[in-house]
């Protein structure tokens, strides 16, 4: 445990970031699962939020800016297959 009180701080800090991204994450891996879920018609109109999702994540530094154009691009085909 921290003695100082800068330190005790930063462990607040930390704790206060590790939730707040955690819930970032999570919610983006659900928007995943339920999107992928879908019947055929519904996925369409849902694309536009999971990409919104995706780039919230992103710019919360959730996730790399690649990573998110990947997702992105491979939700983009399976679309276009269906």
Do not use: C, F
Request: charged share 40%; net charge positive; aromatic share 4%.
């Amino acid at each position: 445990m921290a003695n100082i009180k800068s330190a005790e701080k930063r462990m607040r800090q930390i704790a206060k970031r590790t939730t707040r991204n955690r819930a970032v994450g999570t919610k983006l891996r659900t928007a995943v699962k339920k999107y992928r879920q879908m019947e055929d018609p519904a996925r369409k109109d849902a694309l536009p939020s999971l990409y919104s999702e995706i780039d919230v994540a992103w710019r919360k530094g959730d996730i790399h800016k690649n990573a998110a154009a990947r997702y992105k691009s491979r939700l983009a085909r399976k679309a276009g297959k269906s």
